[in-house]
């Protein structure tokens, strides 16, 4: 047990010393304050730079039906959209031209056919603006109405009614479904916390083969198998790597949580844990996502430790981990595409895939109300696996941190086990 913990903070320690973790965390944890109080930089350089008289925008519209300048000016006074309607007598060759010399941002030109339809124009030099068009689109259509309605000789209350809204309530039945509020609420923490287990596993993981490739590129690896059995030297490797990411986790999340309680303005903060799902945290899915995070450090962990072992040069680790990295992401992938729907007959059957488990289950048992022998038989599942993975990978890696020259594949893996053997 002494050199179990000996290699368990040798390996702790040395990471958490290392100058690449120490400035990463102290980034993320920087980056996390500034966008909490993104907001009030904002407002800080718009009134250092008059920032709230360079968003007033004049449009030039030139109406050749000279009825429908006077209800847009109308429209956009009511709405107070930032925008001032003037009115323009040039031609649309001159507003173009002036559009492209950047004389003017944009001009909207409008007219009547005969069945008083309204016809609009909006050129600019950029194609990729569409607040302002959007604006425009709406007004004219309010616009437009109002035309029709009065050609018509509506009433203002014939024309509401006309287009009242129908309304609509959707009721699911399923025993494993939640309402609508229930799913919008859960599916913003789901998705955070989906990301959070994702990245970690993946950048833990690969720190581990890495961490492992660069004791035997240096030979330390021959020194520490004589006096440590290469089983704890692996599981040590594993659990204080593993450590390290709890501490950093736990670092950027409270520095999360002070950085948006520390905001200014309360509602702001409010509202941040409202639509991520924060402001009504359910025990009992937090508490899934910590375990789910641990069984799948733990089993693509084992899994980067044994394909570490194979590599002689840190240069190859990335191209031997390649298989595992796809299993991630495609797990992921399947996650990502059950929020807008978890029922979907393919997460069930997925979910129990250990090396899916992690994130698909984690996303059923967030925003589905499931039996409970679901959970904890992917849970078992889980555990045998890596248990299994473990007694394999020991095995594997008995041998594998022997071998040394180029590594050609996973084939590789037989050799390990047979120099294990010796």
Request: aromatic share 10%; charged share 15%.
């Amino acid at each position: 047990m002494r050199e179990f913990m000996i290699i368990f903070k040798q390996a702790f320690m040395t990471k958490a010393k290392t100058k690449s973790f120490i400035i990463t965390t102290a980034l993320m944890m920087v980056a996390i304050f500034l966008f909490a109080n993104m907001g009030k930089i904002i407002d800080s350089v718009q009134d250092m730079t008059g920032g709230d008289d360079a968003s007033e925008t004049v449009l030039f519209v030139r109406d050749e039906s000279g009825a429908l300048i006077e209800r847009l000016k109308t429209q956009f006074e009511a709405n107070e959209s930032g925008t001032t309607v003037e009115s323009s007598d040039q031609s649309e060759q001159k507003l173009t031209e002036q559009v492209k010399e950047g004389e003017i941002d944009s001009f909207l030109t409008l007219s009547l056919d005969d069945t008083n339809t309204i016809h609009a124009k909006y050129t600019t030099m950029s194609a990729m603006e569409f607040t302002l068009p959007m604006m425009l689109q709406d007004a004219l259509q309010s616009i437009q109405t109002e035309m029709q309605a009065d050609q018509l000789s509506l009433s203002a209350e014939q024309v509401e009614t006309l287009f009242a809204p129908i309304t609509f309530e959707q009721q699911s039945v399923s025993p494993s479904s939640k309402t609508e509020e229930e799913l919008s609420q859960a599916r913003g923490l789901v998705y955070v916390l989906m990301f959070l287990i994702y990245f970690a596993v993946i950048i833990y993981s690969s720190m581990i083969a890495t961490e492992v490739a660069t004791e035997k590129s240096s030979r330390v690896m021959e020194i520490l198998i004589s006096s440590v059995s290469p089983v704890k030297h692996m599981f040590a490797k594993v659990l204080g790597i593993g450590s390290l990411g709890l501490v950093q986790m736990v670092l950027l999340g409270g520095a999360g949580y002070i950085a948006l309680k520390s905001t200014s303005s309360a509602e702001s903060a409010d509202g941040f844990f409202s639509v991520f799902g924060f402001s009504n945290l359910n025990v009992g899915t937090i508490v899934y996502a910590i375990l789910f995070f641990l069984l799948g450090y733990f089993l693509y962990a084992t899994l980067a430790a044994l394909l570490g072992s194979l590599v002689s040069r840190t240069e190859d680790v990335q191209q031997m981990i390649l298989p595992m990295s796809l299993l991630i992401v495609a797990a992921f992938i399947i996650a990502v595409t059950g929020l807008s729907n978890p029922e979907m007959a393919y997460l069930q059957y997925a979910s129990f895939f250990p090396f899916f488990t992690p994130l698909v289950m984690f996303l059923r048992v967030g925003m589905l109300d499931l039996p409970f022998w679901e959970p904890v038989l992917s849970i078992v599942i889980m555990l045998v696996t890596i248990f299994v993975l473990g007694w394999f990978g020991a095995r594997v890696y008995r041998g594998g941190v022997l071998m040394y020259g180029p590594s050609r594949s996973l084939k590789d893996i037989k050799k390990a086990i047979q120099l294990g053997k010796e």
